[in-house]
């Protein structure tokens, strides 16, 4: 039985490139560089993604600081009072 067009055994013959039309890539965007132009790509890069951030005005930073102050207190009171109770609660159990 014969194989079948395009099968594994006998590959197309649109398929077959001769070595001397194949491209070969030498590095592209990703070629190897010097460390320090890396670095400085890098930073480049770190400046123009703080660019697109919206940063909050100063009104909106003190109410954000603000109620983080605050939540901040009352997680700490919570855990004073748990810490007391528990406390409290293994003197009273172990003596």
Do not use: C
């Not at 055994?9 to 077959?16: F, H, I, M």
């Amino acid at each position: 039985m014969a194989d079948a067009v395009g099968s594994i055994d006998t590959p197309d013959a649109q398929d077959e490139v001769p070595e001397a039309q194949k491209k070969t890539r030498k590095g592209g965007k990703r070629a190897k560089k010097g460390p320090l132009k890396r670095l400085a790509l890098f930073y480049r890069q770190i400046v123009a993604e703080l660019r697109k951030v919206v940063w909050p005005t100063r009104n909106q930073l003190t109410t954000y600081t603000t109620v983080v102050i605050v939540f901040v207190v009352i997680v700490i009171g919570l855990v004073t009072v748990i810490d007391y109770g528990l406390s409290h609660a293994a003197k009273y159990v172990f003596g």
